[in-house]
């Protein structure tokens, strides 16, 4: 059976006076969306349910404390549960809380709460943390295990939500410092300058901290480092705006429009002009949303969607709004036909052929002297437990554009999986050959999808 293609990209819509409803309904058809966000509008969450059923829809009341960045505040979790639990009804997924940072303890106390009553009706969307939030460190605070193994073990109630906005153009925040490789101290060359189009790296994922987009290996490790298995995430909020760190780069363009300063893409037609020169602004932002998607998400297995902000007639939010911007939907409807969203299942092995090089072994680059073995090219792979230094191994290929991810077999032992290269380093190889792709499931991928191939080595 063939694969659903589904759209990643979709939106966080208001749904008090939705604009334009028909131009909604038609364009989300054309896309067919993995996650759609609908705020304080129970009814239209429970329509569209019925009409996408192939989509999650998430319902967020932001009316029922009056903002729900304050709810661990005002409402128990037993509270939050008695005054929503009549909006879970058509499997919709409920938004717990909005930019409130990570209250582990609340979120544990309510996952228990809807365990223990057998509410399985009852699914969220747990956290949305702004950008940049938590600390990477609190990751792995102690708070973080039980919650990592509630998301873990009920993967069909509970999914973490997290917010994720670039500023400008969408590498900020990928290394430190500015886009153009430049800091607020005066330095210089930190890092490419990512103000011309085509130093964007084409895999993002192991070139920095990522900061601003793409948060999710510290998030990923957090959970592996507790022994479960990453949570399944969508980015709620998504898009481009004003982000504090950055001001001293904005200064250099002009805001557009009269605005007060750069923030939503409506705001930032003179900035792409000078990075992003002969596109119109609604190209431009596809351009920068779909990089992101490209050489950032969609190389997680479980970041399952981003929903950019917003589908809105609040005039606070008219800059951010797309519900007019009929270039960039179309080229998202365009763009949802040529890639298909890639399950959160392991990275397949063709190990039918014999290896490219037999019992080489492993030599530790510093740290511990082991080396995990995952199910597939990233962090965001679960580990299958470590290599130990010496350990033999045959070696089967290499992920052509994951950044140093090798697919090995621990010799004699049918343990197949993948290694990073960069802190391990296989003795006794020759020169890597010519590669040639073995596509998936006979999937014929653009060359977006290169990261869902695994490449095996010629002799």
Known sequence: MAEVTQSRISYNVNGAGLPMPDRLETHLRAINPKWLLIMDNAGMCSDYAHKFPQTNIINRNWGLTGGDENVYARLS???????????????????????????????????????????????????????GTPAIADWVSPDKREWFQLLDEHRDQFVLGIHEYFGGIAPSGFIGGYPDGTTGD???????????????????????????????????????????????????????????????W??????????????AWKSLTYLWEKTLPGKTNQQAYFDNVSYLNDAVYRRFPNVEGQLLYTWTSNIQWVDFDLSTASTFQTLLENYAHATAIVPPVTQPLDVSKNPAWSTPYIKVIGGPASVNLRTGPSLAYVSKGLLDEFTPVNVYGDSKTSNGWIAVERFSNNDYGWINIMSANLMDLPIIPPVVP???NNFTPTELEIIDLLVTLRH
């Open 438 to 440: 073995i596509w998936r």
């Open 250 to 263: 904005f200064k250099k363009f002009a805001v557009s429009g009269g605005r007060e300063n750069i923030k």
């Open 77 to 131: 979790p037993s509270a939050w549960l008695d005054a929503r639990l009549h909006e879970a009804v058509d499997g919709v997924w409920l938004y717990t809380a909005n930019e409130a940072g990570i209250n582990a303890a609340w979120d544990v106390e309510l996952m228990r709460l809807i365990i223990a009553r057998r509410l399985t009706q009852v699914k969220l969307v747990l956290g949305n943390p702004s950008v």
């Open 186 to 248: 005066g330095r210089t060359g930190v890092h490419p300058n990512y103000e011309i189009r085509s130093n964007w790296p084409l895999d993002a994922t192991n070139i920095g901290m990522l900061w601003h987009c793409g948060r999710l290996a510290s998030i990923n490790s957090a959970a592996i480092s507790f022994g479960y298995a990453p949570p399944r995430l969508v980015i709620t909020e998504h898009g481009a705006d004003d982000l504090g760190d950055l001001h001293g």
